[in-house]
């Protein structure tokens, strides 16, 4: 079974720092481009970074400057270094990516369970 497993959420208070990982599992061709979400109650999903392949990077204007998304194509993992926390940033955070399993040879949409980032002012 090819997965996405996300870790690294938790209590942090505002100003500190976190950082996620999502590391994908299974028998995969390669990881195409990688991003990470983030939804807070009563809100809808938001993008809040992407890298591609070959290492190109955006970000939501809320984020600029104090997120970082990184990957590790050896680790098939991609990371969200998270500095200067808000209590904004509250949200659950999910790693999505576009996966071609060795299975199928064909692009598929992965979804991480997604991980809780709570930020205490």
């Known amino acids: 079974q090819v997965q996405l497993a996300e870790s690294g959420g938790g209590l942090v208070q505002a100003g500190g720092s976190l950082r996620l990982s999502c590391a994908a599992s299974g028998s995969i061709f390669s990881l195409n481009g990688m991003g990470w979400y983030r939804q807070a109650p009563g809100k809808q999903r938001e993008l809040v970074a992407t890298?591609?392949?070959?290492?190109?990077?955006n970000y939501a204007d809320s984020v600029k400057g104090r997120f970082t998304i990184s990957r590790d194509n050896a680790k098939k993992t991609v990371y969200l270094q998270m500095n200067s926390l808000k209590p904004e940033d509250t949200a659950v955070y999910y790693c999505n990516g576009d996966l071609v399993p060795r299975q199928t040879m064909r692009y598929t949409t992965y979804w991480g369970q997604g991980t809780q980032v709570t930020v205490s002012s």
């Open positions: 890298i591609t392949s070959a290492g190109s990077t």
